[in-house]
Structure formats: structure tokens, C-alpha cells
């Protein structure tokens, strides 16, 4: 008994290490570090330029009963031929656009068309299903980003990715219960299967076109991408817009206020895609898809004061629990297994230097593994060494 009091006495007396304020906001600094909140705050720019587009296209609809979402598209696709393919019309060597069409027009073309038919699809599910049933079958973009990472861009995550993915899918899912409970249900159907079977379309093509967007503009350039997405984009576009929405462009009762919504639109929408390359390549596709889940949080409270939409605090509790899932997702690394076969059949690079210290002489390339992490990149070339 005496023994037992004794160690006792000896575990009182132990001195208790408490953290001083120096350590403590140490700690805090090196999880909330400038990288990483500049990452959130690009995020969330891409997230507001969305809510701007879907502030202008509910107003078009609504106020002028102009259903032209082809229309709008081919506007911003115009844009960017103006500006981007332009760009490379007049570049010299190998990034001149006859020299990249010459190489891989094909790939273009495809990703032009996936692109054009995601946005259509996503668009037309809005007369088919419930603006619930969007929100909440449009997150299914992040596990088929997830996904095409893993097995095309060859991307490893740990478990605090999962985690902080996860917990973006609960914020999501608890925005959408709410909208459920306040009867909060705009949309021009009813819940079914054929709506919801077109926003699982979107958000896949979605996911494959952001997947490839971001292994463009980290082994190729911005300028490329976005200027074949202006070329094949606006091709497209346009013969899409000659086959099913000419007569509504005839219906549309034109003046100045209309004149200036489209503009408004086209402004956004060239921002966000001129925009998101940049971000696309500090972070990744992943976590652009996920930082563009706040962007229907952003809408409502837009329209809490512009549609009277009834207010709870559970919409601010799902906005929360979105921007910790984003910060515990971004607050780690992942790497990425980088094998150059990858590399050389989109870039379709041949005939290289014999004196290249990268290029092997001889054997079969094996894959290497590369670290990745939230710091922007130096701008060099991406590696071909064998580890």
C-alpha cells in the first residue's frame, strides 16, 4: 500500500510539459502555409466564376426564355480560338499549330468533343431531374478523377486524401439534405432515370476532360491546350448549334440587356477556362474537382438575396465542412509513379539527341517515382530519366 502511494506521489510530482504560444502557432503556421492557402483561395475563385455563370444562365432562362446553352457555349469557344489559337498561329518550331495538328490532332479533336458534350449534357439533365439530384450525382467527377489519376496519370494518395475527400462528400450531401428539408427543389422535372443517367454522363466526361486538361498543361503548355480547345471546340460547337439550336436562337427576343447577359456569360466562362489551367497545374485535377463543390454554396447564397431562397444554418455548416475536407486533402503531398512511355506517346517525341543525358541508349524504360506537392512548379520539362 505505501509502494502504491508512493508511485503515485512520484506521477503527481512529474512536471506536465504544456506547449508554449510559440509552438503552438508554429504547429498552425505549418498546416495553414501561404502555398496551401493560396491553393484554397484559387479554388474558390474557380468555385465564384462557376456561381457567375449560373447566375447568368438562370437569368436568361428565366427573365428572357432564352434556353440557348449551345449558343453560350460557342461563345466562349469563339473567345478562345480569338486568343489562343491565334496565339499559336503565329509561334515558330515545334509550337506553331500546324506543327502540334500535324502531331496529334486526333487527341485534340476528342477532348474537344468530350468537353462540348460534357457541359451539353450536364446543362440538358436540368429538364429531366431535380437541381437535388445534380448536386448531388455531379460529385461523381471525383472518383472518376480519382480514378483516371491513378491509372493514367499515375498518382498515389495517402489516407489524409481519402479523408479529406470524403469529408467534401459528406458537405456535399449535407447541402443537398438540406435543400430536401426546406422544399428547396428548382428544376424543370421531376427525379428520374433518364435525368439522372445524364448527369452521370457529364461528370464523367467531366472527369476524363479535366484529367487530361491537367496532363496537358503540366507536360505541354497552357497556351496549347486552350488553343485546340478554341479550334475543335468552337468546330464543334458550331455544327451542334446549326443542328439543334437554330430555331431557338430565332425565338430569342434580342435588346440590350440580353445582349449583355451573353456577354457577362462569355466573360466568365473564358475566365474560368483560361484561369483553371493555371491552377490545374499548381494543384491537380483532383483538387480542382473538389474545390469546385462549394460552388452551388456559393449560388444559393447568392440567391438568399437575389431569389428570396429560405436560409439555414446547415448550408453554412455544409460550406465548413467542405473547406476542411479541402484543407485536410491539400495539407499533404501525394507522389506520383511517372513512367515516360506516358510522356512520349502524347507528345509523340522522336528522334531525340543521342547526346541527351536523359534518354537512355539502350533497355527497356522502367517507370520512376516522383514526389509531388503544392509548391508551383519550376517549368522545367518533365523528366525522362530512369530511376
Known amino acids: 500500500m505505501m509502494k502504491m502511494m508512493s508511485v503515485v506521489s512520484t506521477v503527481?510530482?512529474?512536471p506536465t510539459r504544456t506547449e508554449s504560444p510559440a509552438s503552438i502557432y508554429q504547429r498552425f503556421k505549418n498546416i495553414f502555409s501561404r502555398d496551401l492557402l493560396v491553393t484554397l483561395a484559387f479554388g474558390q475563385v474557380l468555385s465564384l466564376l462557376i456561381c457567375a455563370i449560373g447566375l447568368t444562365s438562370k437569368y436568361l432562362a428565366d427573365d428572357f426564355h432564352a434556353n440557348t446553352p449551345v449558343f453560350q457555349s460557342f461563345l466562349n469557344y469563339i473567345l478562345l480560338f480569338l486568343v489562343y489559337t491565334t496565339t499559336l498561329a503565329v509561334r515558330q518550331g515545334e509550337g506553331n499549330l500546324l506543327a502540334i495538328l500535324k502531331q496529334r490532332w486526333w487527341k485534340y479533336m476528342t477532348l474537344?468533343?468530350?468537353?462540348i458534350e460534357a457541359n451539353y449534357l450536364m446543362l440538358k439533365a436540368y429538364q429531366y431531374t431535380t437541381l437535388s439530384s445534380v448536386q448531388l450525382l455531379d460529385c461523381f467527377v471525383v472518383p472518376v478523377v480519382l480514378l483516371l489519376s491513378w491509372f493514367f496519370l499515375l498518382v498515389r494518395y495517402k489516407a489524409v486524401h481519402i479523408v479529406g475527400t470524403l469529408l467534401c462528400l459528406l458537405?456535399?450531401?449535407?447541402m443537398v439534405g438540406t435543400d430536401i428539408l426546406l422544399g428547396r427543389q428548382q428544376g424543370l422535372g421531376e427525379p428520374n432515370l433518364f435525368g439522372n443517367l445524364l448527369v452521370l454522363g457529364g461528370a464523367t466526361l467531366?472527369?476524363?476532360?479535366n484529367v487530361c486538361e491537367?496532363?496537358?498543361?503540366k507536360n505541354m503548355s497552357r497556351v496549347e491546350f486552350l488553343g485546340m480547345m478554341g479550334l475543335f471546340g468552337s468546330f464543334f460547337c458550331g455544327i451542334q448549334l446549326a443542328i439543334m439550336e437554330h430555331k431557338e436562337l430565332l425565338k430569342v427576343p434580342w435588346d440590350w440587356q440580353l445582349g449583355l447577359l451573353y456577354v457577362g456569360f462569355s466573360v466568365f466562362m473564358f475566365s474560368l477556362y483560361s484561369f483553371m489551367p493555371l491552377v490545374m497545374k499548381r494543384t491537380s485535377a483532383t483538387s480542382v474537382s473538389l474545390s469546385l463543390l462549394t460552388a452551388d454554396l456559393y449560388s444559393l447564397f447568392c440567391g438568399?438575396?437575389?431569389?428570396?431562397y429560405k436560409f439555414s444554418c446547415l448550408y453554412l455548416l455544409s460550406f465548413f465542412i467542405i473547406i476542411l475536407g479541402l484543407v485536410v486533402y491539400s495539407s499533404a503531398s501525394t507522389y506520383m509513379v511517372q513512367d515516360p512511355r506516358v510522356y512520349k506517346q502524347f507528345r509523340n517525341t522522336i528522334n531525340l539527341s543521342a547526346s541527351d543525358p536523359l534518354q537512355p541508349s539502350h533497355g527497356v524504360l522502367e517507370p520512376s517515382v516522383t514526389y509531388t506537392s503544392l509548391t508551383p512548379d519550376s517549368g522545367e520539362e518533365p523528366s525522362l530519366r530512369v530511376i
Open 206 to 209: 467531366y472527369g476524363i476532360s
Open 112 to 115: 474537344g468533343f468530350i468537353d
Open 12 to 14: 503527481e510530482n512529474l
Open 214 to 217: 491537367e496532363f496537358i498543361v
Open 171 to 174: 458537405g456535399v450531401g449535407c
Open 304 to 308: 438568399l438575396f437575389l431569389f428570396h
